[in-house]
């Protein structure tokens, strides 16, 4: 991946852009995505398409992200977070990726850190979700597609797809069209006249 600097811009492979103040170790960035000021996004990252990583945000290695990602300022996205393709990631969302921490240098644990099978717990954010600005999401949880999670929020445990979740623990209160409107009354969108059905507490759409 060559990066070529004109004029104060600096570009990867001619198609990404990469500000002159980020950090951009990864070989694997989709064609059209930024990385904007103070970004850090580490060697085996994998980013795709079109995507925006806003300032000062963080992507470590081992975390991948589908196409048209937003990714806003200072949002911290670890090894074993998935993403996929338009997903919304507000200012501040902290991910995490171990469910019992511990300083790998305490004698008692640090065993479990030289196999990452042993700690690793993959988190998985599924097509078109949305995470409002400063929701912590727990290691391990799945957070259905259209999904919305409320600002704020800690999602402890799988969040179901068009679901509206907030507070601490999030609970769900209410339903998401694809659009992101809330949906009112039979779970049809006042916004966009999408209809849905409620299933044993899964959400589908209307054929």
Not at 176 to 186: I, K, Q, R, T, V
Request: with cysteine; hydrophobic share 40%.
């Amino acid at each position: 991946m060559s990066v070529v600097t004109e004029s104060g811009r600096t570009t990867v492979d001619s198609v990404v852009y990469v500000h002159p103040a980020a950090i951009c170790e990864s070989q694997r960035v989709g064609e059209g995505t930024r990385v904007w000021p103070f970004a850090h996004v580490l060697d085996g990252a994998v980013i795709g398409r079109d995507c925006n990583i806003c300032e000062h945000a963080y992507v470590e290695g081992g975390a991948t992200l589908g196409d048209r990602v937003i990714v806003k300022n200072q949002a911290m996205i670890w090894d074993g977070v998935a993403i996929e393709d338009d997903v919304f990631i507000g200012p501040g969302v902290a991910f995490t990726n171990d469910r019992y921490p511990r300083s790998r240098g305490l004698k008692e644990t640090g065993h479990r850190y030289q196999q990452t099978e042993n700690w690793l717990a993959p988190t998985t954010v599924r097509h078109g979700a949305s995470i409002g600005a400063g929701a912590i999401v727990l290691a391990g949880v799945t957070i259905g597609q259209y999904a919305s999670i409320g600002a704020g929020s800690v999602v402890t445990r799988d969040v179901p797809d068009h679901a509206i979740v907030s507070g601490n623990p999030a609970r769900c209160v209410a339903w998401a069209c694809s659009c992101g409107h809330p949906l009112g009354e039979h779970f049809s969108c006042p916004q966009c006249d999408r209809r849905f059905t409620l299933i044993d507490g899964a959400l589908g759409i209307e054929e």
